[in-house]
């Protein structure tokens, strides 16, 4: 989707952009005053995805601050970001856009928001307490949770994205759990339907992972659904195997090492 510059460390969508997402958006059909447009609200939401900046921080030129948060707050609630993703999807595969051939899985660990970071603790205030790895209570709709990183809670996004660097699917989880658990709920949630009619596209040809992603759990459900992968497998990994011997340990990881090496150009 194209973008054009707006200045302020935004972009805005250009026609061609805005041309394939207006069909896609909801249509004001309730009584009461109009909504404001759809396409300065996206744009102030991106903006602000982009910047990092408060939501009441908004350039001036994308209307009032809660008009756009609260535009972007139903929006996720009612499903809508999440068809207008999927339409995307289906036209960018009608059109061949979609590189199915080498798809990518990854990760990205990102801190929690300011008010849930704990900081440093009070030398007399935290004498005597004990501290646990005890996860955290969260809820069922946010993802933040403790983690090994200093700074209080985090939250992990995995993804899986086409070889265009196109994002098929995502996954947020709290920072303290486990992410080799987490490449099956992600290729699961792969459904890019089709224009025509027919079954979603849901398998890519080859798979390509972080070694986080690394399990036999995980290369029994590749190897079932039959879709080739390079997920390098770590040193401990490896090293427990070959402990087990070659009846119980079962058989290494096998790949092409040029597979590995577009992996890593990736």
């Known amino acids: 989707m194209a973008w054009s510059r707006g200045g302020e460390n935004c972009r805005t969508q250009s026609g061609s952009g805005w041309f394939r997402l207006r069909p896609h958006l909801p249509t004001s059909g309730r009584r009461g005053g109009r909504w404001v447009s759809h396409r300065r609200i996206i744009n102030g939401v991106l903006c602000r995805q982009r910047t990092g900046a408060p939501w ?42 979609i590189d199915w051939s080498m798809v990518e899985c990854g990760l990205h660990l990102l801190p929690g928001p300011p008010a849930c970071r704990r900081g440093p603790q009070n030398s007399a205030a935290s004498a005597g307490k004990r501290h646990t790895r005890t996860p955290r209570q969260h809820r069922t709709d946010e993802g933040l949770g ?50 025509d009619g027919g079954r979603p596209r849901t398998r890519p040809d080859h798979l390509g992972g972080d070694k986080a992603y690394s399990s036999r759990r995980n290369r ?18 490896r090293a427990n195997r070959q402990r087990r011997g070659s009846s119980r340990g079962g058989r290494p990881a096998g790949f092409e090492q040029d597979d590995l090496q577009a992996q890593g150009r990736s």
């Not at 029994?220 to 990994?237: A, F, G, S, V, W």
Request: hydrophobic share 35%; with cysteine.
């Open 56 to 97: 009441r921080d908004p350039p001036a030129r994308f209307g009032p601050w809660k008009t756009v948060y609260q535009r972007h707050r139903r929006w996720s609630a009612d499903g809508t970001w999440d068809r207008v993703f999927a339409a995307v999807l289906a036209d960018a595969d009608a059109e061949g856009r």
């Open 146 to 195: 403790d983690s090994d990183v200093p700074g209080g809670l985090t939250c992990k996004i995995h993804f899986a994205g086409e070889g265009g660097c196109r994002p098929l699917a995502l996954l947020i989880t709290p920072g303290q759990w486990g992410d080799a658990p987490q490449l099956i709920p992600v290729m699961e949630r792969i459904r890019v339907s089709r224009l």
């Open 220 to 237: 029994r459900y590749l190897r079932r659904r039959q879709i080739k992968h390079t997920i390098p497998e770590p040193k401990n990994q």
